[in-house]
């Protein structure tokens, strides 16, 4: 006979505690313990993920610890993952409602279904899929299929869909039917029969979580999860979520556009170096063939408030286009509204463009953000993003064919990014001309061929000399 307790369970951190306390005392979140009803029942230890490894010698490790690995098919997504799905892994897929997750996921099913070559030549031969669906019906999955081509031929019979929200009948499916891959869309929509929570709720997201983990390990099954992010963009449910499964991806992207961002912020099987670059169209996410250049902007003529930044996501270089529109108010309080880059970065670069460059701007409202839905946080930006917001005040577009990328300082002054060479070669392939980056006491950087490469040293320099503006015209003030 099961007992019956309770428990306080944090909505913040997942904390337990007996009785009810207005703070949290593990996070300090206030008002974040919700009554959670356990009935107390036995359950299964994790098995050990390897009984009786053996230690391997330093030289020898990568071919002797090789995970079994399944590629899903789909370049982009294999190459974020590290070269596949491993056995017994969980993963967790994290994006805003409607970005594309399920669609991803059902063309993932595909891809196992139908069996791919791995990057070792050997076949991997096609498996089945259980699609266990909380957020939608049957009906609802199985049209989505057939809107992206999937619901014909072996795929068709291959992938099975449970509308399910039981995480108990949900890995007693999975043992029963042993499919080559599990996916659980979504998370916050399963819930544990042994416990009373609401599903979505920390304890709820976390017991499901568990038994899922379990199931993964116990029988070498993986699981992708389906996560839902708020709007702050952290995942739904409690922190600790992405400290349980083995690998964390975010979708990111402008719902309304074509674009899609797939990033590896967590990875126990491969670098979260890695990212993929995807295309909404009519058969579900593409790969794009230049990642590089498909987050730029296409524009007739160039325009003031545009700067085109070589940055870095991981090891791939991408070039991004900063916008700004300057706009004078006479609101007491001007706006500042950030959208892609930090809201706190911008109005540090517009109190630093006031005092150390003559770009006054306390009389305007500031917008900036980056063209294709694009969110990045890299200091690089900094100075794209000064020059789009004085190229905007000016009316002034850069000289065609520049790029920019540098940090910049409280005194006004530039500092050096990572990587330059690969940014700047990045740059030169995709046609443009000049690169206007900081001095670095690392001497010179080499230049690529076809592109000229003008270092600054201040950031009242690097705006005379994007905007090709004569020397003592930035001195004129607004
Ligand atoms: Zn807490």
Same mark, same amino acid.
């Given at each position: 006979?099961?007992?019956?307790?309770?428990?306080?369970?944090?909505?913040?951190?997942?904390?337990?505690?007996?009785?009810?306390?207005?703070?949290?005392?593990?996070c300090?979140?206030?008002?974040?313990?919700?009554?959670?009803v356990?009935?107390?029942?036995?359950?299964?230890?994790?098995?050990?993920a390897?009984?009786g490894?053996?230690?391997?010698?330093?030289a020898?490790?990568?071919?002797?610890?090789?995970?079994?690995?399944?590629?899903?098919g789909?370049?982009?997504?294999?190459?974020?993952?590290?070269?596949?799905?491993?056995?017994?892994?969980?993963v967790?897929?994290?994006?805003?409602?409607?970005?594309?997750?399920?669609?991803? #996921?059902?063309?993932?099913?595909? @891809?196992? !279904?139908?069996? /791919? =070559?791995n990057? *070792? +030549? %050997?076949?991997?031969?096609?498996?089945?899929?259980?699609?266990?669906?909380?957020?939608?019906?049957?009906?609802?999955?199985?049209?989505?299929?057939?809107?992206?081509? #999937?619901?014909?031929?072996?795929? @068709?019979? !291959?992938v099975? /869909? =449970?509308a399910? *929200? +039981? %995480?108990g009948?949900?890995?007693?499916?999975?043992?029963?039917?042993?499919?080559?891959l599990?996916?659980?869309?979504?998370?916050?929509?399963?819930?544990?029969e042994? #416990?009373?929570?609401?599903?979505?709720?920390?304890?709820?997201?976390?017991?499901?979580?568990?038994r899922?983990m379990?199931?993964?390990?116990?029988?070498?099954?993986?699981?992708?999860?389906?996560g839902?992010?708020?709007?702050?963009g952290?995942?739904?449910?409690?922190?600790?979520?992405?400290?349980?499964?083995?690998?964390?991806?975010?979708?990111?992207?402008?719902?309304?556009?074509?674009?899609?961002?797939?990033?590896?912020?967590?990875?126990?099987?491969g670098?979260?170096?890695?990212?993929?670059?995807?295309?909404?169209?009519?058969?579900?996410?593409?790969?794009?063939?230049?990642?590089?250049?498909?987050?730029?902007?296409?524009?007739?003529?160039?325009?003031?408030?545009?700067?085109?930044?070589?940055?870095?996501?991981?090891?791939?270089?991408?070039?991004?286009?900063?916008?700004?529109?300057?706009?004078?108010?006479?609101?007491?309080?001007?706006?500042?509204?950030?959208?892609?880059?930090?809201?706190?970065?911008?109005?540090?670069?517009?109190?630093?463009?006031?005092?150390?460059?003559?770009?006054?701007?306390?009389g305007?409202?500031?917008?900036?953000?980056?063209?294709g839905?694009?969110?990045?946080?890299?200091?690089?930006?900094d100075?794209?993003?000064?020059?789009?917001?004085?190229?905007?005040l000016?009316?002034?577009?850069?000289?065609?064919?520049?790029?920019?990328?540098?940090?910049?300082?409280?005194?006004?002054?530039?500092?050096?990014?990572?990587?330059?060479?690969?940014?700047?070669?990045?740059?030169?392939?995709?046609?443009?001309?000049?690169?206007?980056?900081p001095?670095?006491?690392?001497?010179r950087?080499?230049?690529?061929?076809?592109?000229e490469?003008?270092?600054v040293?201040?950031?009242?320099?690097?705006?005379?000399?994007?905007?090709?503006?004569?020397?003592?015209?930035?001195?004129?003030?607004?």
């Amino acid at each position: 006979m099961a007992r019956t307790q309770s428990r306080f369970v944090c909505q913040s951190c997942g904390a337990a505690v007996l009785r009810w306390e207005g703070q949290c005392r593990t996070c300090g979140e206030w008002n974040t313990l919700v009554e959670t009803v356990v009935h107390d029942a036995p359950r299964p230890r994790p098995a050990a993920a390897r009984a009786g490894s053996a230690p391997v010698a330093l030289a020898r490790a990568d071919n002797a610890t090789d995970e079994v690995r399944r590629p899903v098919g789909i370049g982009e997504l294999d190459r974020v993952l590290g070269g596949g799905l491993v056995a017994g892994s969980v993963v967790l897929l994290g994006g805003e409602p409607g970005i594309g997750k399920s669609t991803l #996921l059902l063309q993932v099913a595909a @891809g196992v !279904a139908t069996g /791919v =070559v791995n990057a *070792t +030549g %050997v076949r991997i031969p096609p498996a089945t899929v259980l699609y266990a669906t909380g957020e939608e019906s049957v009906r609802q999955v199985r049209l989505r299929a057939a809107r992206l081509g #999937l619901t014909e031929g072996p795929v @068709g019979e !291959a992938v099975s /869909v =449970v509308a399910e *929200t +039981g %995480v108990g009948r949900i890995v007693d499916l999975a043992r029963a039917e042993r499919p080559g891959l599990l996916v659980v869309d979504s998370v916050q929509t399963v819930a544990s029969e042994e #416990l009373d929570g609401p599903p979505g709720s920390v304890g709820q997201v976390r017991e499901a979580t568990l038994r899922l983990m379990e199931l993964a390990k116990s029988d070498g099954i993986p699981v992708v999860l389906v996560g839902h992010v708020t709007k702050d963009g952290t995942l739904a449910g409690p922190k600790t979520l992405e400290h349980l499964v083995d690998v964390v991806l975010s979708v990111e992207g402008d719902r309304t556009g074509g674009l899609r961002l797939l990033r590896a912020t967590k990875n126990r099987y491969g670098s979260t170096e890695e990212v993929g670059v995807f295309e909404m169209g009519d058969r579900g996410l593409a790969e794009v063939a230049d990642p590089a250049r498909a987050f730029l902007a296409e524009h007739d003529a160039p325009a003031p408030g545009s700067v085109v930044a070589p940055i870095l996501e991981g090891s791939r270089p991408l070039l991004v286009e900063v916008q700004a529109l300057v706009a004078p108010t006479a609101a007491p309080t001007p706006r500042r509204t950030a959208s892609g880059v930090d809201q706190n970065r911008l109005a540090l670069l517009v109190a630093v463009l006031g005092r150390r460059a003559g770009i006054g701007l306390s009389g305007h409202d500031v917008y900036a953000n980056l063209a294709g839905g694009l969110s990045v946080t890299e200091p690089g930006l900094d100075l794209p993003l000064a020059l789009a917001l004085a190229s905007s005040l000016r009316d002034r577009p850069l000289v065609t064919g520049t790029v920019a990328i540098g940090e910049v300082g409280l005194l006004g002054e530039l500092r050096s990014v990572g990587g330059l060479d690969r940014r700047l070669r990045e740059a030169a392939r995709l046609g443009f001309t000049r690169a206007i980056v900081p001095r670095s006491s690392r001497g010179r950087p080499a230049a690529p061929a076809g592109i000229e490469v003008v270092v600054v040293g201040s950031l009242a320099e690097a705006i005379r000399v994007a905007l090709a503006e004569p020397a003592s015209a930035s001195r004129r003030g607004t």
